[in-house]
Every structure is written in C-alpha cells, then in structure tokens.
C-alpha cells in the first residue's frame, strides 16, 4: 500500500483565491481526519470523517473551509476565499480502527497565500 | 476540550545521553496517549502510544510512562543516536462524544550532538 497521498505537495496561491487540498486514505481505512500544521498553532484538528460522513468539525476555523469526502476512496479540504493566515502545512491521515487508534499521516500539503 | 502541555520546546542531548520529554492533559477522561516523530519535512509518525489501563511502555531504546492521577505522561528515549534528531510531538485522545481526534502539544525539537 503507497499509504496516505495527498496533492498536491505545494501550492502557492493568492489571496481570494480558492484553494483545493486533496487527500486518498489508506484502502480499508474508514476514519479520515484533516489537521492544519502551523509555528504558532502546532498540529490542530479540523475534521474528521468515519464511512464518508463528517462526525467533528469544530476544529474547521470558519465559514471559508469546507471538507467533503464523497467516496471511502477521496476527500476535499477546500478554501475559499483563501487569506495569508491560511498558509501552514495540511495533513490528511486515516485510521483503520475506530479512534483512539493509531492514525497514519500522508506527506503534507504546504500552501502559501501570498 | 482537552488541552495538551509538553515541555521543553527544545531539548540537546549528547549522543549516547538519555532524553525525557514531558506532557500534560487537562481531561480526565482522556485515555489513548500516542507520541509521533517527524523528521524535517516529513509527515508525522506513530513511535509509540500508551492507553490509560497501562502505566509504562517499552519499545527498545523508547518507553512511555503515565501518571493519570497527575495527568502528565512523558517519553524517555535511552543511548541517543543521531537519527533521533527530529520534532516529537505528544497528543491524547478520549472515545465518545464525537471529539475523537487528537489534540496535540506544541511539539520538542530535540537535537543529538555528536
């Protein structure tokens, strides 16, 4: 299994612009969660999804983000407006057992606002 | 919600010496403490994890403990080695109420002199 992939690696963006993350959890794996990693802030918690279905988003920060995951297969972390307090870097990770299990974490997206 | 303490930010060690990094918790009822390694540029990974039935756990040159009456938990790491140089973070977690992810400290950048 090549584990979690996301895409793209780096996007470089400007603000109001949207943004689209993308993310493949690990075959079989039924828990999806999206975290936002920054200096400041650390690793934080945006939402997380079990059969395709949103359970937590209190962690997304406002109206401009929005996640779906319309198959087991493939989810969106979406950004629109973008703004510069956007950049950080965005982790996708998935989790074969129901939480709190072992999560593994794809490589990241870096996303710069100018 | 869970508020997840971990000190120091930045630990130096000599090669061969030990190094302790400590974390504490504010909810209870959290039960399930894993501890993830990530290298510069790289994606977050699971070294070890402890579950609150459990006082200590070893891996080989890695242990965990947990104090729940305390709430703290910390990550030992014996004979140092230079590959161990990276950002570890600590987290914690509780099942039920539909906050399942992980809430993680701020991380400790922990470097090896040779």
């Known amino acids: 299994d090549a584990g979690v992939i996301q895409s793209p690696r780096h996007e470089v963006t400007e603000m109001g612009q949207e943004v689209t993350l993308r993310c493949k959890p690990i075959?079989?794996?039924?828990?999806l969660f999206w975290y936002r990693q920054t200096m400041m802030r650390g690793l934080e918690l945006l939402i997380y999804f079990n059969n395709n279905v949103p359970i937590d988003d209190s962690g997304m920060p406002e109206d401009r983000f929005s996640a779906k995951m319309p198959n087991a297969s493939f989810s969106t972390l979406k950004i629109q407006p973008s703004e510069p307090r956007d950049s950080a870097v965005y982790f996708c990770a998935s989790s074969l057992l129901p939480p709190p299990n072992e999560q593994f974490f794809g490589p990241g997206t870096r996303l710069t606002v100018l | 919600g869970e508020n997840v303490e971990q000190h120091p930010s930045t630990l130096s060690v000599q090669e061969g010496d030990s190094a302790v990094i400590k974390c504490t918790y504010s909810d209870s009822a959290s039960n399930y403490f894993p501890w993830y390694k990530q290298e510069l540029g790289k994606r977050p990974q699971l070294i070890i994890d402890?579950?609150?039935?459990?006082g200590e756990k070893k891996d080989q040159r890695i242990a965990v403990t947990l104090n729940k009456t305390a709430k703290h938990f910390s990550l030992h790491i014996t004979e140092t080695q230079p590959e161990d140089s990276a950002v570890y973070f600590c987290?914690?977690?509780?099942?039920?109420?539909?906050?399942?992810?992980?809430?993680f400290g701020k991380g400790t950048h922990l470097i090896i002199q040779p």
């Open positions: 402890i579950r609150s039935n459990v």
């Open positions: 075959s079989g794996h039924d828990y």
């Open positions: 987290a914690a977690s509780f099942s039920g109420g539909g906050a399942d992810g992980l809430t």
